[in-house]
C-alpha cells in the first residue's frame, strides 16, 4: 500500500490550500483516513481523521478552519484548510489504518505518505 500526498505549497496568511492523498497498491479498507503534520523541531501531531462511516475529528488548533473528506471510489482522502495561519506551517502527511484504529496517535497509523510541505507566510 502506497500512499501519494499532493497540494502542499506557499501561502499568505488567510489564504487556503487543498491537500490530496490518494491510495495505491493493495486493496486496503481503510478504517480511517487523516493527516497529522510536523513543525521544524516539534513532534508530530494530529490533524484531522474520518472514520469509514462519515464520522470527523480535528485538533482543536484546525477545528472550524480545515475540513478533512474522503472520496471512497477513489480511495483519496482530501484536507481543506481555510484561514491559513503562520502556525499552520509544517510537512503534513496522510495517514490510514485498518479496523479499530483511531488515528490521533502516530501509533495508529498504518501506512503512511511521504508528507508535503505547506508553508503560510505572515
Known amino acids: 500500500v502506497q500512499l501519494q500526498a499532493s497540494g502542499g505549497g506557499l501561502v499568505q496568511a488567510g489564504g487556503y490550500l487543498r491537500l490530496a492523498c490518494g491510495v495505491f497498491?493493495?486493496?486496503?479498507?481503510?478504517?480511517?483516513m487523516g493527516w497529522f503534520r510536523q513543525a521544524p523541531g516539534k513532534e508530530r501531531e494530529f490533524v484531522a481523521v474520518?472514520?469509514?462511516?462519515?464520522?470527523?475529528s480535528y485538533s482543536a488548533s484546525v477545528k472550524g478552519r480545515f475540513t478533512v473528506s474522503r472520496d471512497y471510489a477513489k480511495s483519496t482522502v482530501y484536507l481543506q484548510m481555510n484561514s491559513l495561519k503562520p502556525e499552520d506551517t509544517a510537512a503534513y502527511y496522510c495517514?490510514?489504518?485498518?479496523?479499530?484504529?483511531?488515528?490521533?496517535?502516530?501509533?495508529?497509523?498504518?501506512?503512511w505518505g511521504q508528507g508535503t510541505q505547506v508553508t503560510v507566510s505572515s
Open positions: 495517514v490510514v489504518a485498518g479496523a479499530g484504529k483511531y488515528l490521533y496517535t502516530t501509533e495508529d497509523a498504518d501506512y
Open positions: 497498491g493493495r486493496p486496503f479498507s481503510g478504517f480511517a
Open positions: 474520518s472514520w469509514r462511516g462519515g464520522t470527523k
